[in-house]
């Protein structure tokens, strides 16, 4: 029981850092909140599907910005992807870059996209890692027979 | 003359006594005597008498006459040999022929005087069987007169019943009258309607007679057979009797089948006057449901426009006055809303159309929804309101939670609107069975069973009250109750009856009690609903925070266009949340489909999650 208790006591700190950080933000907090008996993996699903998607985008990007002749519009596209998929988990800091990354993109500025790109990869791992913390959390306090706390 | 053996002169005579003696004998002895009527009586020769004596007095007697006659020109003959001398055998021969003659003229006499009463008699037999014969004539000649008329109706009668048409019949009695009776001319006179009077109505030989009427009193008219210039014949008359009646009856059948076909030909024109009638009614019905249905559509879009935009500006920075004024603005849409929708039931529950959703829901929730919408209300006329759910409510219940939530609403709403001055208590319980059976519901029969159970709710408001003659009317719809103040008319408009629709439809009741005015009421009603299996329900508990009781809209579709795989999940979960029906799909092509196969009104909201958090829809 101490065990579950000091587990959960580690969840709802190290939660409330990632917040503080500005790696999450309060959208994070409604997936959470969607998550119930019926759905009770609803917030690892999405998160996978987000990583599975930005990889893929960011693989995209990475080719795009090689072209002899590049493509903005493409570009475009798949940061406004990857804009849209990283607010709907709350991925702030991912979101604040491709606002900047589609900035550059309009100016056709190929330095300042890839730029970007580079701070996207580096964004998008940190928070990788965050959220795979997270979730490790969650197992274990599950699997010592606890419950997850919600978010307050 | 003589057809058969004589018989005997006794039974000759007794059998021409017998006044009913066979005609034809009758005529056989008029012919054998000489030709019966037709000769007179008093012609009788010495022949016949010799012929008819040696017929009926028997050979005896002309024997003896025979005899008599021989024997006396015997005696004579003889007498002249005794001129003068004669001998002894001429004197014996002469004198026994005396003796016989004497002898036989004795015995003559004496058979003469022996039948000579029979023969009397005889002759007045025979007179008498004269005008026996004489009246069979006559009566044969009026049978013959009979059947002759007889045959003369029936051909006539034939003639007149051959048709049902009054004009022919009367003009065929004529000609055939006339012909029969070989008249000049005949009139039909016939009895006025009053029965005072007779009216000449057809003749033979005029074409069209003027309307003449005669008093039917009047002593001419039973003259007219006894004085006229022809001398009329019983059976003429008794003709012209029977044709009469035929005719009257033939007359009255005419009249009938005329009535029928009148009668017939009314009906027809009727059905055919109901059947438009009815098509028109069918028409009217299909308009009006056309129109209904437009109407409400068109209604609807542009409240459901207010009400979106009225929840959205609820969001955006407000004063506390501003705020206010939307809550109210919002309150009085979807209140608006829901009349439009009231008068789209009622069409339809009148037209029996109208089937209950069941689905289940939260019971607690509805209470508290209603609560929370009626507050507002309550607190501006400072009526505290408070609710008490019975502990062993059923958190969750199958049934139609909308309409379920309207009744309610009604009836508190109600309760709100009535009341100046107390508290208004809302209770709902369980209802066991001697709650069930109420005196004031006679024919509610509630039937319990293992996956039902009876809500029963009860609204007490201190108000106005209610007169209770004019309870029953509350929930009729459009009645008015008139009280004394002006404007005291509760359950006007539809929503009592619409109420009492839902209950009914959900198999329960629904009934006001008041003492009287000024004294409140309590409105109480009872509906059937079903205990829901306790794996399958289980609703989030945790309603996101962005719902703020008012946009949930149970059972709408939604599809969500996103090319965002993860944008969509999202979306989708949050929208499942809010408890709608949602499709997913990723590209336009995909959503088309969709939408294609399920025809329904489209709202289109493009929602960009980085800059809103909340969701607002509507239909």
């Known amino acids: 029981m101490d065990s579950v208790v000091q587990l959960q006591r580690q969840l709802v700190d190290y939660r409330a850092q990632l917040f503080n950080e500005g790696f999450l933000d309060e959208q994070f907090n409604q997936l959470q909140q969607l998550q119930d008996e019926s759905n009770p993996d609803f917030v690892v699903e999405v998160v996978t599907l987000f990583f599975e998607d930005s990889e893929r985008l960011l693989d995209e990007l990475a080719k795009a910005l090689e072209q002899q002749s590049v493509d903005y519009r493409k570009i475009d596209a798949h940061v406004h992807q990857l804009k849209g998929s990283s607010s709907s988990i709350g991925a702030q800091r991912v979101q604040k870059v491709c606002i900047g990354f589609r900035n550059f993109c309009e100016e056709r500025n190929i330095e300042g996209c890839q730029k970007c790109l580079q701070q996207v990869k580096h964004e998008y791992s940190l928070v990788k890692t965050k959220l795979e913390t997270l979730f490790k959390l969650e197992q274990k306090i599950l699997a010592a027979g606890g419950s997850i706390p919600l978010p307050m | 003359m003589l057809h058969t053996q004589p018989p005997t002169f006794q039974e000759r005579i007794k059998s021409l006594s017998q006044p009913d003696n066979d005609h034809r004998e009758g005529s056989k002895v008029d012919d054998g005597v000489g030709g019966g ?11 016949q008498e010799i012929g008819f004596l040696g017929f009926y007095c028997g050979q005896w007697v002309l024997v003896q006459f025979g005899a008599f006659i021989v024997l006396c020109g015997a005696t004579h003959l003889i007498n002249l040999w005794t001129f003068g001398m004669h001998s002894r055998t001429v004197a014996v021969v002469m004198t026994t022929a005396k003796v016989l003659t004497a002898a036989v003229s004795c015995a003559t006499a004496l058979m003469l005087v022996h039948i000579i009463p029979d023969l009397l008699s005889v002759k007045t037999r025979e007179l008498f069987l004269k005008n026996k014969a004489a009246e069979l004539d006559r009566e044969m000649g009026l049978i013959r007169t009979q059947e002759e008329t007889g045959r003369h109706v029936r051909m006539l009668t034939h003639e007149i019943r051959s048709t049902l048409d009054r004009h022919t019949i009367l003009k065929t009695t004529l000609v055939e009258l006339g012909r029969t009776l070989a008249l000049e001319e005949c009139a039909l006179w016939m009895p006025t309607r ?148 009231d008068v789209l039931d009622l069409s339809r529950l009148e037209d029996g159309s109208l089937q209950l959703d069941l689905g289940s829901f939260d019971l607690h929730a509805v209470f508290r929804e209603v609560l929370n919408l009626i507050k507002p209300i309550a607190s501006v006329k400072k009526l505290p309101v408070t609710l008490n759910l019975a502990p062993d409510l059923p958190e969750y219940a199958i049934g139609d939670e909308k309409r379920l939530m309207q009744t309610i609403l009604n009836v508190i709403g109600n309760a709100v609107k009535f009341s100046k001055e107390g508290s208004i208590s809302i209770t709902a319980f369980v209802a066991k069975s001697e709650s069930l059976r109420d005196s004031r519901a006679p024919d509610f029969f509630p039937v319990p069973s293992d996956n039902h159970f009876y809500l029963r709710v009860q609204v007490k408001d201190a108000g106005q009250g209610i007169n209770p003659p004019d309870i029953p009317k509350l929930f009729t719809k459009f009645a008015h109750t008139q009280t004394l103040a002006t404007k005291n008319s509760r359950g006007s408009g539809l929503g009592l009856a619409i109420c009492k629709r839902f209950v009914n439809l959900m198999e329960g009741h629904i009934w006001i009690e008041s003492e009287g005015l000024g004294k409140g009421c309590m409105a109480i009603f009872i509906v059937k609903l079903g205990i829901p299996e306790n794996t399958s329900e289980s609703k989030n508990p945790f309603l996101p925070k962005a719902n703020h009781g008012q946009t949930t809209f149970p059972g709408l579709k939604v599809l969500v266009l996103d090319d965002n795989g993860v944008s969509r999940m999202v979306t989708k979960e949050l929208l499942v949340h809010l408890g709608c029906d949602v499709t997913t799909a990723s590209s336009r092509d995909e959503c088309l489909h969709v939408v294609s196969q399920d025809h329904k009104e489209l709202e289109m909201f493009h929602i960009d999650l980085a800059q809103s958090k909340h969701f607002y829809l509507s239909k």
């Open chain 2, 37 to 47: 009527n037709r000769r007179d009586v008093s012609h009788v020769d010495i022949t």
């Open chain 2, 194 to 341: 009053t029965g005072l009077e007779l009216q000449l109505s057809y003749t033979l030989r005029q074409q069209n007679p003027v309307g003449y009427t005669v008093p039917i009193q009047l002593p001419v008219i039973n003259q007219v057979f006894s004085n006229s210039a022809r001398q009329w014949h019983v059976h003429e008359l008794e003709l012209v009797e029977v044709v009469a009646d035929q005719v009257a009856v033939a007359l009255s059948h005419a009249a009938i089948l005329e009535e029928s076909m009148r009668a017939r030909d009314l009906l027809m024109e009727q059905n055919v006057a109901l059947d438009h009638a009815r098509r028109e009614a069918e028409t009217a019905v299909r308009a009006r449901n056309d129109f209904l249905a437009v109407m409400n559509h068109e209604m609807r879009t542009p409240m459901h426009a207010v009400i979106a935009l009225s929840s959205l500006l609820q969001e955006t920075e407000l004063t506390p006055e501003q705020r206010l004024m939307v809550e109210t603005i919002l309150r009085s849409s979807n209140l608006l809303a829901t009349l439009i929708n």
